[in-house]
C-alpha cells in the first residue's frame, strides 16, 4: 500500500520530496514531518504516515510530536535571550544567580560551561527513584550539592536530562518564571507556533505514539559519566504515567513540537531574527550561543563533538549538512533542528519511530543533503553570469 504524502514542496525541490517518499518507502517512518525554511520562506513542509502503532490515525497536520533532546535548542534560545538583553553573560559564575550552586567546588562553574556540558554534573551515580526526577527542587538541590565527575571546563560529556534542570534553574533564579511559561508567553503565542515544554491535558490528544528502536545505542565502553547520564535504572524519569511525562516542565527532554514551529523558529536564527514582527535574537546573540566552547571527544557522546552554548555546532560530524557554522541538535530516536546563519537555511525533521542513532540519523541526513543540493544548486545558477 502506499502512503500519502501530504504537504507542500515548492517548485525545484522536488529532490527533498523524494527523499521523504524514500524514507517512507524504505519503511523506516511510522509517522513523520520534515519543513525546511530558505531566507525566510517556507519551501517544504510535508508529512505521511500514522500518529499511533496500530494505523489507525493518520499523522496530521496538527499532530504534537515528542522531540526529546530537541527541547535543548530551545532552552539554548532562552537563555540566550537572557544574555542579549544583559540579565545573564555566558562568563560570568553560575554562583552568581544561583549561590547554592556553589557547592562541592562548583563556584568558579560558568554558565557558559553549563550551557555547553563541561560541568561534570551529567547525572548521579547514587541509586535514586526515578520518580524524583519530577520533583524539580528536589533534583535541583542534588546538582547544587554534586561533586562534579571530572574538572569542569576540561571536557564535555553530554549532560542527557540534567542540562534541562541546570539551564531551567539558571533561567528562573534570573527571568523568575519557568522556561515553559517564558516559551508559551514569550514566543509560542506570540509567534502562533506549536512550541510546548510542558504540555496542558488538553493537548495531549494530539500527540503520536511513540515506536520504541528494536535495540539499545552503543555507548562505547561504560564509564561513570556515561553511566550516570544513560546507563543506570534511575538516568531518566520513570516511575510515573506518561501523562505525568507530558506536563511536566523538563526543557532537555520532554519538548513537544511540530516540525514547522520549530523550522520557523530556527528560521528567525539563520537569517531576519524575528518572526512576524516579534524578536526573536539578534545576529551577534546568535552568534555569540553558537560560537565554539569546546571540542573533542565527548565523556557521554561516542562522537567527537563542538559544543556552543546549548546547541551542537555542525562541525566535525556534518549532521546537518555543509555548512561550517551551522549549528543546531538532535534528539533520542531522530528528531533533529538545525540553522544555518550564512545560506539562511534552517529546518526541523520529527517523527515517531525511534531510530537507534544518538545524532545524525540517516532519515534526517538524507533530507538535509538533498535540500542542501537545491539550494547550492540555486545559489550557483543566480552567480552564473
Request: charged share 20%; proline share 7%; hydrophobic share 45%.
Amino acid at each position: 500500500m502506499t502512503t500519502e504524502i501530504h504537504g507542500r514542496c515548492d517548485a525545484g525541490f522536488e529532490p527533498v520530496r523524494a527523499a521523504f517518499e524514500d524514507n517512507v518507502a524504505r519503511g523506516e517512518e511510522l509517522g513523520a514531518r520534515f519543513t525546511l525554511i530558505v531566507e525566510g520562506q517556507t519551501v517544504v513542509d510535508l508529512w505521511a504516515g500514522f500518529a499511533d502503532r496500530k494505523r489507525e490515525k493518520p499523522f496530521a497536520a496538527d499532530t504534537l510530536t515528542p522531540v526529546f533532546s530537541t527541547t535543548k535548542a530551545l532552552a539554548a534560545l532562552l537563555i540566550a535571550r537572557l544574555v542579549e538583553i544583559g540579565e545573564l553573560s555566558y562568563d560570568q559564575p553560575v554562583a552568581d544567580v544561583w549561590p547554592e550552586f556553589a557547592q562541592a567546588g562548583k563556584g568558579a562553574v560558568t554558565v557558559g560551561q553549563v550551557m555547553s556540558h563541561q560541568a561534570g554534573l551529567p547525572g548521579f551515580l547514587e541509586p535514586m527513584d526515578p520518580a524524583l526526577w519530577f520533583d524539580w527542587d528536589a533534583i535541583c538541590e542534588r546538582l547544587a550539592t554534586m561533586t562534579p565527575l571530572w574538572p569542569p571546563g576540561t571536557a564535555s560529556g553530554y549532560h542527557a536530562i540534567t542540562f534541562g534542570y541546570l539551564a531551567g534553574e539558571i533561567f528562573r533564579r534570573v527571568d523568575g518564571r519557568t522556561m515553559g511559561v517564558a516559551l508559551k508567553e514569550d514566543i509560542a503565542e506570540p509567534c502562533g507556533l506549536d512550541l510546548w515544554i510542558g504540555l496542558p491535558d488538553r493537548e495531549h490528544g494530539r500527540v503520536a505514539d511513540l515506536q520504541r528502536p528494536s535495540a539499545l545505542p552503543a555507548f562505547g565502553e561504560v564509564t561513570d559519566p556515561k553511566k550516570a547520564a544513560f546507563l543506570s535504572p534511575w538516568a531518566a524519569p520513570g516511575g510515573r504515567t506518561g501523562a505525568d511525562w507530558r506536563r511536566a516542565e523538563i526543557p532537555s527532554a520532554n519538548g513537544h513540537a511540530t516540525a514547522e514551529s520549530l523550522a520557523r523558529l530556527m528560521g528567525a536564527l539563520a537569517g531576519r531574527g524575528a518572526i512576524d514582527d516579534v524578536h526573536i535574537l539578534n545576529a551577534e546573540t546568535v552568534a555569540a550561543m553558537s560560537a565554539e566552547r569546546i571540542a573533542g571527544a565527548d565523556l557521554v557522546l561516542p562522537f567527537n563533538l563542538s559544543w556552543g552554548a546549548g546547541v551542537m555546532r555542525n562541525p566535525p560530524n556534518g549532521f546537518y549538512g555543509p555548512g561550517a557554522n551551522t549549528f543546531g541538535h538532535s534528539g533520542w530516536g531522530g528528531s533533529c533542528v538545525f540553522a544555518d546563519p550564512d545560506w539562511d537555511v534552517a529546518g526541523a525533521y520529527v517523527m515517531n519511530k525511534q531510530d537507534v542513532h544518538l545524532m545524525g540519523d540517516p532519515r534526517s541526513r538524507r533530507l538535509i543533503n538533498a535540500a542542501y543540493g537545491v539550494v547550492r544548486s540555486r545559489r550557483l545558477a543566480r552567480q552564473a553570469p
